[in-house]
């Protein structure tokens, strides 16, 4: 079977819609972590709350750092959010989660198969390689393609309420993030700290 077939039925998705949908299902204060540039511009765009934290500067840290955060709190969910050129290139981190199985962790790949952000440039996810059978291969079973924006919501809500470990992958456009994160790495830590109730506002 050729990898790639798995992604043939999935609709082509948008970012920022996707990012609202899932915000617009948080009810319970859950973390939610945006990886560098799109993926966190959009985060901000759909709505800061004090529970999100942005990622600036490095590829493939939401899922690493997401996972930092659900051991410490496991009563929370935790969301991460990370592009598909910045999951290849942190890898690894699928398999740590696998073997630590964090059972409050959502992980989602927003694949839209190029390195948007630094000029559209093919990542080896437009061609040979699938996120949810790199992901499935790394140990985490409970890992699905979106099929549309219904599928989505519908896997969101079945990973909500899970023990193990959830992927979501899902196929998006080539659009740009629809916001800009306030570039202030300072004050994002100090709010998310706050946010998750282990910190006093500076
Ligand atoms: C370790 C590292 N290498 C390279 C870069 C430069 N860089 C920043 S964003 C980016 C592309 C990110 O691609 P992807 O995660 O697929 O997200 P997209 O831009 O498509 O939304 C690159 C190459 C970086 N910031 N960090």
Redesign the pocket.
Known sequence: MNSKMTTRNTKVMNRFDVTSRLIAKLKHEEAVIG?????NFDLWAAGHRPQNFYML???GLAFPIALGVALAQPGRRVFAL?????LL?QLGALATIAALKPKNLIMIV?D?G?????GAQP?PAAGVADIVAIAVGSGLANSAWAADEEDFERLVEAAMSATEPHLIAVRIDDKPGVGTTRRDPVQIRERFMHGLGVRELL
């Open positions: 990886g560098i540039g799109n993926t500067g490095s590829m990370e592009g598909d050129g910045s290139m927003m839209n190029i390195y948007q952000i630094t990542t």
